[in-house]
């Protein structure tokens, strides 16, 4: 089994020492991985001047998590089983996706909610 995993292993590895030349132009590349990695991450967060926050994808998952785990997966309003996320002030208006203008409703909470908000 022992020779097996050092067949492998040695397999693995290049067959001549790298050159330097090689060597700068992998660190580069990656280098740049890193940075567009970082640029995405940045794309998903975007923190107005108000402090206001915009999330997208990863982000803004995250942040329904924690709104869910704050009012412990029950609807703030009546207490039952609330798997839905709520903007108090509408995304679409505020822009705003903090925490605290967030809250975890029940469906019928939540199209109450709406139901009130068109009247």
Same mark, same amino acid.
């Given at each position: 089994m022992a020779d097996l995993?050092?067949?492998?292993?040695?397999?693995?590895l290049p067959p001549q020492p790298l050159d330097p030349v090689d060597?700068?132009?992998?660190?580069?590349?990656?280098e740049r991985e890193c940075c567009r990695a970082i640029e995405r991450q940045r794309a998903c967060v975007q923190i107005l001047a108000d402090g206001r926050e915009i999330l997208r994808g990863d982000?803004?998952?995250?942040? $329904?998590?924690?709104?869910?785990?704050?009012?412990?997966?029950r609807c703030? +309003? *009546?207490?039952?089983?609330?798997?839905?996320v709520?903007?108090?002030v509408k995304r679409s208006v505020? $822009?705003?996706d903090r925490l605290q203008n967030l809250e975890t409703l029940c469906? +019928? *909470?939540?199209?109450n909610e709406h139901d009130t908000a068109v009247q």
């Open positions: 995993q050092l067949t492998k292993v040695t397999e693995s060597i700068v132009r992998e660190t580069l590349r990656i982000a803004y998952r995250a942040r $329904r998590q924690e709104a869910l785990e704050r009012d412990q997966h703030v +309003r *009546c207490g039952s089983c609330g798997l839905q709520h903007h108090r505020a $822009r705003d469906e +019928r *909470c939540h199209d």
